[in-house]
């Protein structure tokens, strides 16, 4: 099964068209990964399909690095609400 990073990572790289080499913690969203703000809600749409989970705008926002997206993404699956199954995902993390 793929871990959370690889499953972001893949995601972002798919939805920012980019190799999965320039997909780091340091990576710059708008800079690094010259990512336009419809490659932004992209994005978070297809993360929040993927792991079941909402980001906000305001959230989404804040997102600068890919790194950001990593902890946006964790921080998000381990406040669901009670009852979801995550388990899996939460030793992924």
């Known amino acids: 099964m793929e871990d959370l990073r690889e499953r972001v990572s893949r995601i972002v790289a798919d939805q920012f068209h980019v190799g999965l080499e ?6 710059t969203i708008d800079d690094d990964l010259a990512a336009t703000s419809l490659d932004r809600v992209e994005v978070v749409m ?3 399909a993927e792991f079941d989970i909402d980001i906000y705008d305001d959230e989404a926002a804040e997102l600068r690095t890919v790194g950001d997206v990593f902890a946006r993404v964790a921080t998000n699956l381990r406040h ?6 995550n388990d899996a995902v939460s030793r992924s993390l």
């Not at 669901?80 to 199954?85: E, H, K, R, S």
């Open 22 to 27: 320039r997909i780091t913690e340091s990576a």
């Open 46 to 48: 297809a993360l929040e």
């Open 80 to 85: 669901q609400p009670a009852g979801l199954d």
